[in-house]
Structures are given as C-alpha cells and as structure tokens.
C-alpha cells in the first residue's frame, strides 16, 4: 500500500511536469506534458545525494519554484494568523514552509519507482478562467488506484501553478491549516508566531497527512482548505 507520505513524493513528482510547460493555456497540459526534468534531477541525484544532499535539494528547488504558488499555499495554512503577521513573518514562514516541504518529502523522490501516473479528462466544465483542478491517479505496482486532485490558478505571466491538493480524500492544505493552529494554541509556543515558524521545518516532518485526515478532508475545489486572505 502506499502511504500518504508516499502520495506526497508522487505529488512533487507530477507538479514537476507544471514547470516544463509553465505557460501552457490548459491546467491538464501544464501537468501532462513533461515529467522529464524531475526524472532527470532523480536520476542525477541518485548518484549524489549521499555526498551532496544539498545540491539535490537544490535541484528539486529549481524544478518545483515555477510550478507550486508557495506563496497561496502558505498563506492558506497560515489562515487567519496571515492577517496577524507582519510582511517579514510571512515572508519567513513561505520560505520555511518551501524549504520543510522539499527537505522532507524531497529524499523521497529518490524511491520513486514505477508507480503508474494518469491525468484524467475534466469531470466538470471550468468555471472560473483563473482557476481549475486536474483529476490524476496513481496506480500501485499492486494494482490499488489513489485520486489526487490538484487546485491550480493561473498566474498573471500565463503559468499555470498548484495552490493545494487533495490526496485519497485527504485535503493537504487543510490539514497543514490545522496544525498550523494547533502548534499556535500549543502551551509551549503561547501563541508566538516567530516560535511555530521557526519550528515549522520540524513540525511538518511529523505530520502525517492520513493520520490527521479526519478533519481535513474537503471537497475538489480546495479553496476552504487553503484558507485563502484577500
């Protein structure tokens, strides 16, 4: 079976493909085309990563920068506390929230295998010009197939870019919401925003999705999950 920690990897690994065709006019063509760059980050990086974790890294960086908006994503795990923080608290907390994100599910890339990934055809007509979610399926070596749904938005260069993602049922963005909120009611952080941002690359090493998942699953849209401010 493949656990949701494992449906994360796939994730990075599908999202990847958004970066090679960034300016693509359709959200499924942005996640269909290519898968090559990332592939090749793990070919390369199985024949360093032990000397040089952090060039691995790196390149993983530079293949997810253009295709995730960290900066929706985070903001939506912050929730209301994105209000309460200063310019340079959210600044922080996006770029510690990337940095968890690729360092803990980035090793994992180097596992992947030959899991089967499908990008299926919309259910549903577009309803916003701006907005859009792309059905995938991951089909285990066992045969077991896992929904993942990615809410994507078209940014203003034309690039379509991933916000949140729904996985097996299991709202990824809602879930990191939560726990964001409860590391801020946590008795030894007192409400302290500096101390759960920095905490926060050891934090989302430990959380695991499905486990938190009874109160994170949500519907296809998405935008609850993330929680988004105007």
């Known amino acids: 079976m493949i656990g949701t920690k494992r449906l994360l990897l796939c994730f990075l690994f599908v999202v990847g493909a958004c970066a090679a065709a960034a300016a693509a006019t359709d959200?499924?063509?942005?996640?269909?085309?290519?898968?090559?760059?990332?592939?090749?980050?793990?070919?390369?990086?199985?024949?360093?990563?032990?000397?040089?974790?952090?060039?691995?890294?790196?390149?993983?960086?530079?293949?997810?920068?253009?295709?995730?908006?960290?900066?929706?994503?985070?903001?939506?795990?912050?929730?209301?506390?994105?209000?309460?923080?200063?310019?340079?608290?959210?600044?922080?907390?996006?770029?510690?929230?990337?940095?968890?994100?690729?360092?803990?599910?980035?090793?994992?890339?180097l596992s992947f295998t030959d899991e089967k990934i499908s990008v299926l055809p919309s259910d549903r007509p577009q309803t916003q010009p701006d907005k859009d979610s792309v059905r995938t399926e991951i089909v285990s070596k066992e045969g077991k197939v896992y929904p993942i749904i990615y809410s994507m938005r078209l940014d203003k260069d034309g690039a379509w870019r991933v916000y949140n993602i729904i996985i097996n049922g299991i709202n990824i963005g809602l879930t990191y919401r939560n726990q964001f909120s409860s590391s801020m009611k946590a008795p030894e952080n007192h409400g302290n925003l500096d101390a759960v941002i920095n905490a926060w690359g050891e934090t989302i090493a430990h959380v695991d999705p499905a486990a938190e998942g009874t109160g994170a699953k949500e519907g296809a849209d998405g935008d609850t999950a993330t929680g988004e401010t105007d």
Do not use: C, W
């Not at 929706?72 to 209000?83: E, L, P, Q, W």
């Open 27 to 109: 959200a499924r063509v942005a996640v269909q085309t290519t898968t090559d760059q990332l592939l090749a980050v793990i070919k390369d990086g199985k024949g360093y990563f032990d000397t040089d974790p952090e060039r691995f890294y790196q390149a993983v960086q530079k293949v997810l920068d253009p295709a995730i908006d960290f900066d929706t994503f985070s903001r939506g795990v912050m929730a209301v506390n994105y209000k309460k923080a200063t310019p340079a608290q959210r600044d922080e907390f996006e770029a510690t929230f990337k940095r968890g994100l690729i360092r803990t599910y980035g090793k994992a890339l």
